[in-house]
């Protein structure tokens, strides 16, 4: 697969995870859906979890719990809470575009990066990108409350990447990538099945839309993790990072097209207004991390 080819499947498979929650947003409360999405995931990566098992010590295991609550439990569960609420794919994937920049600013403010005025002019920029979409949205009837999802969703999985980056200086070897998934899929299932079930929610629809919708999932969160890593392996940790602010675009086209979600002039010009920051971020002198991206952070919608 050529690196133009990869990329574009990065794009469009990591999109596809926002797309995903507005197919389940129809046919199900969004405990229900991540109950059965979290047990298919967890059921296909089993062999690796059950591999992982043997290197993990206890510590290590708590720590992934850990992560697994903030970067798949609560991430999650605002990105599908927020498509039930009625807040647009384009608008959920535009917020979590934004984790990194955060994570970047967090990094500066505690003195491990060098400030730089091109990170004050981003995250000014990515700021507004989003206020004017959140306002676009609000004018066109989403409540606040909706689009605060969303957002708690992007700073849960801010705090876990901070965790993992923090934690991973304790670890030598790193376990492997594929096994700390694993390892948190599992967690994120029984925290989902655990809540579906306290709701009283745990029952599946016998529909097809709804399989099909767990399916969908299921499969966009194993297959963007997967090609997060196979970019990063390929063409470098900076290369997949960039490529991912490309995917609020994607999603809000792709959520036009299949669901007629409207692409507002505040939209675009959101879209627009943070894509320019995230890049202005990436670019700018000092804002390339030294370490590789961590598990923590790849996981998608």
Not at 7 to 27: E, K
Not at 151 to 171: C, E, F, I, P, Y
Not at 234 to 255: C, E, H, Q, V
Request: some cysteine.
């Amino acid at each position: 697969m050529s690196p133009r080819l990869r990329g574009a499947a990065l794009v469009v498979v990591w999109s596809s995870g926002f797309i995903g929650a507005q197919l389940g947003a129809g046919q199900a409360p969004p405990a229900t859906l991540l109950a059965w999405r979290g047990l298919a995931t967890a059921l296909v990566l089993l062999p690796w979890a059950v591999r992982a098992a043997a290197h993990l010590d206890r510590r290590e295991w708590l720590r992934q719990g850990v992560l697994a609550l903030l970067c798949q439990g609560l991430y999650l569960a605002g990105v599908f809470g927020a498509a039930a609420a009625g807040v647009p794919a384009g608008t959920s994937a535009l917020v979590a575009a934004l984790q990194p920049a955060l994570v970047l600013a967090v990094v500066v403010l505690v003195g491990r990066q060098r400030w730089r005025a091109g990170h004050l002019v981003g995250l000014a920029l990515g700021t507004a990108g989003v206020a004017l979409t959140a306002a676009g949205d609000l004018r066109a009837g989403v409540r606040l409350a909706a689009l605060a999802l969303p957002l708690g969703a992007m700073l849960s999985l801010t705090a876990g990447t901070l965790l993992q980056r923090r934690w991973s200086q304790d670890v030598r070897p790193a376990p492997p990538l594929l096994a700390t998934l694993a390892v948190q899929a599992l967690f994120a299932a029984g925290f989902f099945t655990a809540s579906a079930a306290a709701a009283g929610q745990l029952a599946p629809p016998a529909t097809a839309g709804f399989w099909g919708a767990v399916a969908w999932a299921a499969a966009a969160g194993i297959g963007s993790y997967g090609l997060w890593f196979l970019t990063t392996l390929r063409d470098g940790p900076t290369r997949a990072s960039t490529l991912l602010y490309l995917t609020p675009g994607a999603t809000a086209l792709w959520a036009a097209a299949t669901f007629g979600q409207p692409l507002r002039p505040a939209t675009v010009l959101g879209l627009l207004v943070s894509a320019s920051a995230v890049l202005l971020l990436r670019t700018a002198p000092g804002a390339a991390p030294r370490r590789k991206p961590l598990s923590a952070r790849w996981t998608p919608a």
